[in-house]
Each structure stands twice: as C-alpha cells, then as structure tokens.
C-alpha cells in the first residue's frame, strides 16, 4: 500500500507518524517563516515499510527555524529517504537536524539522509546537522549536507547570456529546489512556494540590517 501526505503551514510542533509493515508512505511539507519556528517529526517504521520525506524550509527577515527530523527504523527490511532544501534571505536563521536511528532491530535497512540550505543574503545562517544512531548489523545508512550561497560564477553566466540579475536569481533558485517541488502533487502549494520566493526571499535578497 502507498500513501502520501502533504503538509503546508500544518507540521505541528512534534509529529509522530507509525509506517505500518509493508507500507510505503510519501511525506512532504513546507515550512515558510518570518518568525520563530520549531518543529520535529518522527517517522517510525515496520518490518518492510518504507518512507520518502521531501521537504522544503523557506525563510526570511527575522526568521528563527528549527527544524528535526527523525526516522526510526525499528523493523527489518526498511528503507528511508530524506531530503530537506532550505533557501534563506534577509536575517533569516536556520537548523535543521537529522537523525537515521537503527536500533539492533533494524537489519538490512536502506536509508540516506541529505540537508542542503542556499543563502540568498549575508545575514542569512544555516546549520545542516546530519545524525547516524546505527545499532544493527548488515545496513546501508549515508548522509550529505552542504549550505552554500548563490554561485557567482553561474551568475556571472546567465548574465552574460543576457539575462538580468534578479531573473538569473529566480533561476539558480527554482533550480536548487526542483527536484522536491515538482515532487509535490498539489499545484496550489508549488504556486505559494514560488510566490514566497519572489515576494520574500528574492526582493529581499540585498545585504540586510544587522541584528540588533
């Protein structure tokens, strides 16, 4: 059995989600914040299920986001996908955690777990925390995390192909999170998300005021 689960603006505070054996669960959600957040869900998961968790974390001015993810991988023969992408503008701060646990039950489990923040200002932060709790025998667990700011070298080329600057950004941008949004089957969230990109991170992507 597939399911999926879409969350926008709905991920509470703490979130815990049982993947029944066998079970395949498609999760994504998006965070958009000017204000403090914090957030954490927990995946645990049955002989044989398997969960692909796409998400999307997009702040700006004052934002503090703090965001845990956590996939248990309690029975045998399950697999685990995680991918978060964050783009971050203004004062915007943000953490995100990930955890791939394997307890001594967990044999011939598959997970990978990737963090990946872009910077869109110099008072942009990010902190990618990819965390390995492996406890059982013959798995496969991997991690990648990077944060990183617009490339001025891609830049420097789109507007040598006569492309204007903040159009050059909408595109390095829209690039970087591709890969989860045209994952995510509802069209009113993917016009939001590119809303909040050009209305809150892209106009705004200008050296900010320092924090006080």
Not at 84 to 91: C, E, Q, S
């Amino acid at each position: 059995m597939e399911q999926e689960v879409i969350l926008h603006e709905q991920l509470h505070s703490l979130q815990r989600i049982d993947v029944v054996a066998n079970e395949t669960l498609n999760f994504f959600f998006v965070l958009f914040g000017t204000e403090p957040i914090e957030r954490r869900v927990v995946f645990t998961l049955a002989d044989g299920s398997r969960v692909n968790v796409k998400g999307l974390v997009l702040g700006s001015e004052q934002a503090e986001i703090n965001l845990t993810t956590e996939v248990i991988h309690a029975g045998c023969g399950t697999e685990g996908f995680t991918t978060v992408k964050g783009l971050l503008g203004g004062n915007a701060h943000a953490t995100v955690t990930g955890w791939i646990r394997i307890p001594e039950s967990g044999h011939n489990t598959n997970a990978f777990l990737e963090e990946r923040f872009m910077l869109l200002s110099k008072g942009a932060r990010a902190k990618a925390e990819p965390m390995l709790e492996i406890l059982a025998n013959d798995v496969k667990a991997s991690h990648a995390a990077t944060v990183s700011r617009l490339n001025d070298d891609q830049l420097f080329y789109c507007e040598s192909r006569g492309i204007d600057p903040a159009e050059s950004k909408r595109l390095l941008t829209e690039a970087f999170m591709n890969d989860i949004i045209r994952m995510i089957p509802d069209e009113s969230i993917v016009a939001q998300c590119a809303g909040y990109l050009a209305r809150s991170l892209l106009s705004n992507s200008r050296e900010p005021r320092t924090r006080a």
